[in-house]
C-alpha cells in the first residue's frame, strides 16, 4: 500500500472507557480495558491472513460458567472481542488460566501456532492446550493466567527497571520468535504480561510466519498504528518491524502514557513515515539513546538484538542518522564532514583545543539545534562554564550519551585505563590528569556513570580523595593512582618494593645514606600516599616521629 492511497478500516480504534461488567454469578469485576491504539485488522479486498474459516458454521455461544471440554470453566470475561476471540479466566483442578475462545468460523492460523507450540522460553506466553470445544464447537487455546496483568497496569516504570528488566526480556523474547520464522507484528505493552519478575511476550493474534527470505511481501494490513514500524506501510513485514515496535513500547513505558494520544490516525502515520519520534529530555540518556536506535526509519540503521544486548550490557553502539528523512547540514571541523552528533563529540575529545574555539565562538549551536532543541541547551549551558575545559567535557557528554572519560587529549575507555595511565608513569605526575581530579571533572564523570550507585564504597573513597586534592593535588594525584589500580607497589632508589617491611629492611642496610634517604621519603607525597594505600594512615604519624 503506498503512503497515498486511502486505508478502509473495518472497526476503526476508537478510545474507551472505563467500564464495571455484572457477571452472571454476581461477580462484579472492574475492567479497565486498553486505552492504547487497538490492533487494526484492514479490508484489503484480501483473506485475512491470520485466520483460517473453521469446517462448517456453528451458532455456538459462548459465556462465563461454561466448561470447555469439560475440564476449563470459564469464570470470568476479561474481553468480549480481540478482533477475533474473547478471553476468559478459566479455573482447571483448582488453578486458574486465562482461555482464548475464538468466534465461530474462526481459528488461529496454524503454521503461527505450531511454531509458538514448539517454543521453551520464560520470555514467550506458552499455549497449555488447546483444541474444539464439543459444546460450541469453538477453537481455543489456554494460557497461563498473569495476575499482574500486562505492562500498562503498572504506570509508570522506573528506568531502571525498563533497563535491567523489561528490556534484555523482550529482546531475548523477540529473537526466540525470530529464530523460529515468527513476526509477531504488534509488540505493544498490552501484549507485553508480568509474573513476578518475569516479563513475557503473548498475543500472537496477527503474527506472521516467514519463509527463506529475511523479509515478507503482504497484502494484509493488520497493525497498530503508532507502533507499526514505516515499511509496514509499504506491506513489508521484517524482524526489524519488531524491533520498532519495541522501542515504541520502551518509549511509553518510560513516559507512563501513549505518546500518540493526542494525535489522529492521519498524524500518527505521518510522524511514523516522516517526522522524527520525539524523546523528551526528561527520559535518561542511557534509555534515550536506545529507543533512539530502535526508531529508526530506515530498517537499515535499526537495532537489533545484537545492539539492544550490547548497549544494555554497557558496550557503545553508536545510532546511524536516517539522513533520508532528514535533511542534516553537515558540520566541518577538522577536515571532515560531521553529521552524527556522537562522532562529532569523538573529533572534539581529540581535538581538545581546537573543539574548544568551536564551542566559545558559538559555531556548534546551529548545527546541533537540528537535533532538537534539547542539544541547544546543552550547548547554552556549557557556553555559561567559564572554564573552558570543563564546558567542553559537559559538551561532549551533552552530544554523546556514553562517552569515555576524555580530558584535554586524553581518551579512556574506563578507570581501569586512567589507573594504568597514572600506574605506568610513576613517580611522574601527568599534569592534566591532576586537573582533572582537582577540577572535579573525575567527579562528574564518577556520577555520570552511577558509581555511587554501582560501587558505593569506590565512590565514597574517590570523593575522599577529591577533597584531599583540594589540600594537597600531589598527594590526591598518587592516592588516586593507588586506588584504580590497586597494585602495592612502591618505586623508590630504582627499586619496586611492595610491602613496608621490605623497604624499612632495605633502609637498615644503607647504614651511611640512611639520613638523607630517609629526608626524601619525608618530603615524598607518593610514598606517604603508598603507606596510606597500605593501611598505614593511622601510623604515618607514628612513622615520621621514628625516623
Not at 211 to 219: C, D, L, Y
Not at 360 to 370: A, H, R, S
Not at 504 to 515: E, P, V
Request: net charge negative.
Amino acid at each position: 500500500m503506498s503512503q497515498k492511497q486511502t486505508v478502509r478500516m473495518k472497526a476503526p480504534f476508537r478510545e474507551q472507557r472505563e467500564q464495571t461488567i455484572k457477571l452472571p454469578q454476581d461477580n462484579t469485576v472492574k475492567m479497565v480495558p486498553q486505552n492504547q491504539q487497538k490492533t487494526l485488522r484492514m479490508a484489503t479486498g484480501q483473506p485475512i491472513e491470520h485466520m483460517n474459516q473453521a469446517d462448517g458454521t456453528i451458532n455456538g455461544y459462548i459465556q462465563t460458567g461454561d466448561i470447555l471440554d469439560g475440564k476449563y470453566e470459564l469464570t470470568i470475561n476479561l474481553t468480549y472481542n480481540t478482533g477475533e476471540a474473547a478471553l476468559f479466566v478459566s479455573q482447571y483442578e483448582e488453578k486458574q488460566f486465562v482461555a482464548k475462545v475464538y468466534f465461530q468460523g474462526m481459528n488461529p492460523k496454524q503454521e503461527v501456532t505450531d511454531r509458538i507450540r514448539a517454543i521453551q522460553s520464560s520470555h514467550v506466553i506458552p499455549i497449555l492446550d488447546y483444541g474444539v470445544d464439543k459444546k460450541s464447537k469453538r477453537y481455543y487455546e489456554i494460557f497461563p493466567y498473569y495476575k499482574q496483568g500486562d505492562l500498562t497496569k503498572t504506570y509508570p516504570h522506573e528506568p531502571d527497571y525498563i533497563l535491567n528488566v523489561i528490556a534484555p526480556a523482550i529482546n531475548e523474547g523477540l529473537r526466540t520468535l525470530h529464530s523460529v520464522g515468527v513476526f509477531h507484528r504488534d509488540i505493544k505493552p498490552n501484549n507485553i504480561f508480568q509474573d513476578g519478575e518475569s516479563i513475557i511476550i503473548g498475543d500472537f493474534g496477527i503474527s506472521s510466519t516467514k519463509g527463506e527470505g529475511s523479509v515478507i511481501f503482504t497484502n494484509n494490513a493488520n497493525r497498530t498504528n503508532g507502533y507499526a514500524a514505516p515499511e509496514v506501510y509499504n506491506q513489508l513485514i521484517c524482524e526489524e518491524s519488531d524491533y520498532y515496535s519495541f522501542g515504541i513500547t520502551l518509549l511509553e513505558l518510560a513516559l507512563g502514557e501513549n505518546p500518540f494520544k493526542h494525535l489522529n490516525t492521519e498524524q500518527i502515520i505521518k510522524m511514523t513515515l516522516m517526522d522524527q519520534i520525539d524523546v523528551p529530555s526528561m527520559i535518561p540518556k542511557k534509555l534515550a539513546h536506545l529507543i533512539k536506535g530502535l526508531t529508526r526509519k530506515d530498517r537499515n540503521n535499526r537495532w537489533g538484538h545484537e545492539e539492544v544486548k550490547k548497549w544494555l550490557n554497557g558496550e557503545h553502539v553508536i545510532v546511524i542518522e536516517d539522513l533520508i528523512h532528514r535533511n542534516i547540514r553537515p558540520y566541518r571541523f577538522e577536515g571532515r564532514d560531521f553529521t552524527s552528533l556522537e562522532e562529532l563529540a569523538i573529533a572534539f575529545a581529540a581535538h581538545w583545543e581546537e573543539a574548544k574555539k568551536h564551542l566559545y565562538n558559538g559555531l556548534v549551536k546551529n548545527f546541533v539545534k537540528q537535533f532538537g532543541e534539547e542539544y541547544e541547551l546543552v550547548i547554552i549551558e556549557c557556553e555559561k562554564q567559564q572554564n573552558q575545559d570543563i564546558g567542553l567535557f559537559q559538551l561532549i557528554c551533552g552530544l554523546h550519551p556514553n562517552p569515555s572519560l576524555c580530558w584535554k587529549g586524553h581518551t579512556f575507555r574506563d578507570l581501569n585505563g586512567l589507573g594504568s595511565f597514572i600506574h605506568d608513569s610513576l613517580p611522574q605526575v601527568n599534569e592534566d590528569i591532576s586537573d582533572l581530579l582537582k577540577s572535579g571533572v573525575l567527579m562528574m564523570y564518577l556520577e555520570r556513570i552511577e558509581a555511587e550507585k554501582e560501587n558505593p564504597s569506590f565512590y565514597n573513597e574517590a570523593k575522599k580523595i577529591y577533597n584531599e586534592a583540594q589540600r594537597n593535588s600531589l598527594y590526591g594525584y598518587y592516592l588516586l593512582g593507588f586506588l584504580l589500580k590497586n597494585i602495592n607497589e612502591f618505586c623508590f632508589q630504582k627499586m619496586t618494593f611492595t610491602n613496608l617491611d621490605d623497604l624499612i629492611l632495605y633502609l637498615g642496610k644503607q647504614s651511611d645514606a640512611i639520613d638523607a634517604l630517609a629526608a626524601e621519603l619525608l618530603e615524598n607525597q607518593y610514598f606517604f600516599a603508598w603507606l596510606s594505600h597500605m593501611g598505614y594512615e593511622e601510623h604515618i604519624a607514628k612513622w615520621r616521629s621514628i625516623i
